[in-house]
């Protein structure tokens, strides 16, 4: 199956920077950004179900976003990230939410994970694969250390993802549907629920006000509600499962 590569992606290096870690926050999830952080931690929770004292792996944790809130809501979690500034912001966030003593930030690479087969419950990537030039590799990982759950998502070509990513500098790698159905056939995942969202990428939301984010998504979610406006969403949140026995 080949994968469409759009744009030049902003690799593990990208966010070694302090100053790119720094901002990262601010730069995504301020102003109309703040729908797409609710969105995402909505598709992480409605994905995971019951998150109390179950045994969570995050890769890629970056800033810690779904980490402190999963250590919130009682899971036994930990954040993996390649990124010692990230890690540091990660590491502050907790503090700040005062769930620092009940998670655990590790700095390691995705690709390798310091972890026994079956290890954790559930294993999350959230805006990881896009940067990932073989996801195929980092999902083999991700079910290796899993006993029953992988979550992620993708930015989708076919999209209006694809004129955003076009033009920017740095750009995403972006997959369809059929890609992901072939990453978890290969690595032995059974798939047990999509959504797909956002016709607009969220790229605009972050450089709108919070009024214009709003009025905007309320029309982006009417569409997206439809057939033609699924098959056009620029991100889809996966929910995937090991087989049974
Ligand atoms: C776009 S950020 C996403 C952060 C977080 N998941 C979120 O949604 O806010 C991508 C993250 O992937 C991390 N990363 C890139 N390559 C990695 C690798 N090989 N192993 C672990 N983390 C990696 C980067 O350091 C960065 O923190």
Known sequence: MPRPRVGNVKGEQWYQADDVAESYDEKRFSRGGQLIDRREKQAVLD??????????????????????????????????????PMLRQGRE???SATVADSLEFLRGD???????????DAVLAMRFFHIADTPETFLAEMRR???????????????MRMLYTWALPMGSSLYSGDDVRWW?????LELDGVEHDWLVPYGFFRQAPNPI?????????AVVGTDLGRRLASVSYWNARLPEG
Not at 110 to 120: C, G, M, T
Not at 213 to 221: E, P, T
């Open 47 to 84: 994905a995971l179900g019951h998150i109390e004292k179950r045994e969570i792996l995050e890769i890629a944790c970056g800033t810690g976003r779904f980490t402190t809130m999963l250590a919130e809501r009682g899971a036994d979690i930990t954040g993996l990230d390649v990124s010692g």
């Open 93 to 95: 966030r907790a503090q």
């Open 110 to 120: 995705a690709e390798r994970l310091p972890f026994p087969d079956n290890r954790f």
């Open 145 to 159: 250390v899993s006993r029953e759950q992988v979550v992620f998502d993708t930015f989708n070509n076919y999209s």
């Open 184 to 188: 978890l056939h290969d690595t032995g």
């Open 213 to 221: 984010a709003a009025w905007i998504r309320r029309l982006d979610q």
